[in-house]
């Protein structure tokens, strides 16, 4: 197990209960864990760094990215806007929900929020009106959503230039690649252009930094855009991941105490080792939980038992499950045509031991398929498996065993 923090060793009743809410918890009061990752971004952006923070689904990144931007406006250290594109499929789409999450902040120069005040319709944040629209004389000047886009945010670096004295800006562009992957989907040219001025005002607004996030693996929008990794090239990576042994222990212990539960420190354990530290998962766990066979509230430990049983029975029942189900039908369509041979590389490895197989015991009718190699490396750049490592003594193994042991149970149907 890993070395316990300070606050993982902190008696339960010192800890604050959270009501198990697995998928939608973003309050940062909730928020478990990461300081590492805290201390990584600060010194990034402190130095000029751009971030890309480009973790699968269910790692808690849009969580983080609320309580990081919490923190940082509570401290005054930097003033941070998130903005997140999810469901967003248009570039017009991508203008609005940026310029309403700008609107909303009020951490923004006043003459900023008068300038896209002339531009949009209900840009007040104390007024609701409805959704922030392009005013019409705008739309009917037939100006690109992207080229507005692009001066809105150089109009922005150059008032945050003329405050001086004002704490850093710091953009926090959530499920960006998601976003794009569907423009694309409508138009490629379009999204291929969104990228690029992304990449543009990066380099031009100096007064400003970025954290760009999603849960697609850019490698797969860039392809679908006709594009090359120039245009994310200025982004530094921001190492992720699930959470370690002391901070899942710490998550769990409160989530016992949402649930009014006791939790011994076997079931702790068997909870990090099942769940592979994947936050989500822990709070889909304790959240099965309350509840014993006939609907009666429990009150009784939490066992190292319960804990395994209920993972089983999580797995095994597909309404539960359905959002892990994403690990194996979102290959589908992030793969294309070399779909098929994604799924025959998992197959492989998973008729394994859970140690992972050499490459070198590859059958040759997979390993000589002339996509074998890119569809390899696409899914350790997707967290699947391990970076074999070169040469013929590589071994393909899985990165986390619980998204092993998620498509063992889905790979029959495939999602």
């Known amino acids: 197990m890993a070395q316990t923090t300070q606050a993982a060793s902190q008696p339960s009743d010192r800890l604050k209960p959270i009501d198990p809410n697995p998928g939608s918890e973003l309050d940062p009061a909730n928020f478990v864990g990461r300081q590492g990752v805290n201390q990584r971004a600060a010194a990034m952006l402190a130095a000029k760094q ?46 609005r929900m940026t310029v309403e999450h700008l609107a909303k902040s009020q951490r923004l120069p006043e003459r900023f929020l008068q300038y896209i005040g ?61 976003a794009v992957l569907s423009i694309a989907e409508r138009d490629q040219m379009e999204a291929a252009n969104l990228l690029r001025r992304l990449r543009h005002l990066r ?30 090239s200025d982004l530094s990576n921001l190492v992720f991941g699930p959470l370690d042994a002391a901070d ?88 294309g045509r070399d779909a098929s041979t994604a799924f025959d590389i998992l197959d492989w490895v998973t008729a394994g031991p859970p140690a992972g197989r050499p490459l070198a015991e590859l059958p040759p009718s997979l390993g000589q398929r002339p996509e074998f190699a890119r569809t390899l490396r696409n899914l350790v750049d997707d967290h699947y498996l391990e970076n074999p490592g070169p040469g013929p003594d590589g071994r393909a193994t899985w990165r986390y065993q619980v998204i092993r042991a998620i498509y063992l149970r889905r790979r029959g149907t495939r999602g």
């Open 248 to 335: 899942s222990a710490v998550l769990s212990r409160r989530l016992a105490l949402g649930i009014h539960r006791p939790i011994d420190e076997a079931a702790i354990e068997r909870m990090f080792t099942l769940t592979d530290g994947l936050p989500h998962l822990i709070q889909k766990l304790c959240d099965t939980m309350r509840f014993g066979d006939h609907a009666e509230r429990l009150t009784s430990p939490i066992t190292a038992a319960e804990v395994e049983e209920r993972f089983e029975a999580f797995l095994g029942d597909r309404d539960q499950s359905r959002d892990v189900t994403q690990y194996v039908s979102r290959i589908d369509r992030y793969y």
């Open 118 to 178: 002339a531009l949009f319709d209900n840009t007040e944040a104390k007024v609701a009106l409805g959704p922030v629209t392009l005013k019409k004389a705008v739309r009917d000047s037939g100006t690109q959503p992207a080229h507005i886009l692009e001066n809105i945010l150089i109009r922005l670096n150059d008032d945050i230039r003329a405050d001086g004295q004002a704490a850093p800006l710091v953009i926090a562009m959530d499920e960006v690649a998601d």
């Open 50 to 95: 751009n971030i890309l923070l480009g973790d699968p689904r269910r790692m808690g990144k849009s969580f983080w990215i609320v309580a990081f931007a919490d923190t940082m406006n509570r401290r005054g250290t930097w003033r941070v806007v998130r903005i997140d594109y999810q469901g967003v499929d248009t570039v017009e789409e991508f203008l």
């Open 203 to 232: 380099q031009v607004a100096s007064h400003i930094r970025w954290i760009v996030a999603g849960s697609v693996g850019f490698h797969h929008v860039l392809g679908r855009c006709g594009v090359v990794e120039d245009v994310i």
